[in-house]
């Protein structure tokens, strides 16, 4: 079933693609299983981006994502990471029938970055080594 749209001045390239200005009057809509913490949560991680040592973050939902990272050059290097933390998590999990994982750190020569599952809300949080990360994850795990 597919879902209605409306599209001005866009061209069809290919069935997925469309080049120009597309307005999707569902996407304004909020979604019915959207997380009612999303808000909270994205100032929770605005936030945590002040502090200092911190990079930046990454914060995705099922429909939106928003991404404030120091080094622009490196934005997609950081998703990537980012993805593959989850997914590799959730590897682990499924092998040693450990349940779901909240919450991964992962540390680098000079960065390390955490990462964690809120609900249906996944952030990753980018911080220097030396950076207090158990503070960051008890300001994130307190608006759940």
Not at 40 to 61: C, H, P, Q
Not at 125 to 136: A, V, W
């Amino acid at each position: 079933m597919s879902k209605k749209r409306i599209i001005n001045d866009a061209e069809t390239v290919e069935e997925s693609i469309v080049i120009g200005t597309q307005v999707d009057e569902e996407a304004t809509c909020p979604t019915e299983n959207e997380d009612p913490n999303y808000e909270d949560l994205l100032d929770t991680a605005k936030e945590i981006r002040k502090r200092k040592g911190v990079v930046g973050f990454i914060f995705k939902s099922d429909s939106k994502a928003t991404v404030d990272i120091d080094d622009s050059a490196k934005i997609i290097e950081y998703a990537m990471l980012s993805s593959e933390a989850f997914e590799s998590a959730k590897t682990l999990a499924a092998t040693f029938k450990t349940g779901n994982i909240e919450s991964i750190l992962i540390e680098g020569k000079n960065l390390k970055v955490l990462c964690s599952e809120q609900g249906q809300n996944k952030i990753s949080i980018f911080m220097e080594k030396s950076c207090d990360q158990s503070s960051i994850l008890r300001d994130l795990t307190a608006q759940a």
